[in-house]
């Protein structure tokens, strides 16, 4: 005889689901800030300890990095991790088209299908079934 465990899941109220996905939204633009910051921190790296406390892009790419958990743990208490998830991908073309634009990094047809690849993915992963 063999019994299965479930887990029951509040179901929160439609403006709790909105702000997690605006929060998740807003993380995938901090994730890619942060990635920023902290490349261009690593550009100006030195292992000294003088020279690490005062480098100010990785420093603020890091604390960055740790607001985003925390908004992340906020929007993942309320929202469908399912749903909420895949909206994460987004920090990808964010990272890669802010690379283009602000870091001067060169485009590619392979790195341009792979972008329209994600928003699809988040697309169609966001799509709500019939309930």
Known sequence: MST???IAIPQ???RARRNSFL???ACTILGSAAQLLIKT???HFS???AALVTNIPLIAGYALYGINTLMMVLALKNGEMSLLYPIIALT???TTLASYT???EPSNIYKNVGIV???LGVAVMGRRGNK
């Open 102 to 104: 602000l870091l001067g």
């Open 47 to 49: 292992p000294h300890l």
């Open 4 to 6: 299965t465990a479930t």
């Open 92 to 94: 990808y073309v964010w």
């Open 41 to 43: 921190g690593m550009n």
């Open 23 to 25: 929060l998740v939204f």
């Open 12 to 14: 929160s109220d439609p």
């Open 117 to 119: 690849t994600i928003v």
